[in-house]
T-cell receptor, first 111, second 113 residues
Framework: GQQVMQIPQYQHVQEGEDFTTYCNSS?????IQWYKQRPGGHPVFLIQ?????EVKKQKRLTFQFGEAKKNSSLHITATQTTDVGTYFC???????????FGTGTRLTVIP | ETGVTQTPRHLVMGMTNKKSLKCEQH?????MYWYKQSAKKPLELMFV???????ENNSVPSRFSPECPNSSHLFLHLHTLQPEDSALYLC????????????FGAGTRLSVL
């Protein structure tokens, strides 16, 4: 079955440092979505990428979708304590109708 | 406020109890989902309803029984659960089909004693 893995599983950074999480799917995805879950909260949609090689930015966050549409990354520049949480990627396999969520990367930002 | 409301927020039950989780969405969406989130595990899709019909059942034990009376409401009926069923149960909705962006409720934190 489809698997979506994320690395690293955990990341601790000093406030102001950059952070990157990588998402890898065992199958080609028709789109990739990113969600953020704050501690004690629920997943909240951040962004969706559809095109091969697409790059999107949201303030300090940069999202990329790989050329083969099997991997993606989220990069945060100059982390802040408000960035704390678990970041999930999710995507449907081509032709599938359901999202498969990645294993998540838990980010801790040390003030 | 995401437009998806789950009740109760917390639930403690014994293994012989019967309880129900409720989810209501005010977004006009056609698809609703139940997910299970355990510590150190990815989100597990349990059930998918599209236009009130169940379209996905991911090998979930029969002690979990979903019900979707209309496109705005989704229930998860629980009976004779096991301690390993303790988890955060999340409801989500999307405009149509699982490929679309999903809007999650705050979840029900379930503890089975």
């Amino acid at each position: 079955g489809q698997q979506v893995m994320q690395i690293p599983q955990y990341q601790h950074v000093q406030e102001g440092e950059d952070f990157t999480t990588y998402c890898n799917s065992s199958t080609t995805l028709s789109n990739i979505q990113w969600y953020k879950q704050r501690p004690g909260g629920h997943p909240v949609f951040l962004i969706q990428l559809v095109k091969s090689g697409e790059v999107k930015k949201q303030k300090r966050l940069t999202f990329q979708f790989g050329e083969a549409k099997k991997n993606s990354s989220l990069h945060i520049t100059a982390t802040q304590t408000t960035d704390v949480g678990t970041y999930f990627c999710a995507g449907p396999a081509a032709g599938a109708n359901n999202l498969f969520f990645g294993t998540g990367t838990r980010l801790t930002v040390i003030p | 406020e995401t437009g998806v409301t789950q009740t109760p927020r917390h639930l403690v039950m014994g293994m012989t109890n019967k309880k129900s989780l409720k989810c209501e969405q005010h977004l006009g969406h056609n698809a609703m989902y139940w997910y299970k989130q355990s510590a150190k595990k990815p989100l597990e899709l349990m059930f998918v309803y599209s236009l009130e019909e169940r379209v996905e059942n991911n090998s979930v034990p029969s002690r979990f029984s979903p019900e979707c009376p209309n496109s705005s409401h989704l229930f998860l009926h629980l009976h004779t659960l096991q301690p390993e069923d303790s988890a955060l149960y999340l409801c989500a909705s999307s405009p149509s089909g699982g490929k679309n962006i999903q809007y999650f409720g705050a979840g029900t934190r379930l503890s089975v004693l």
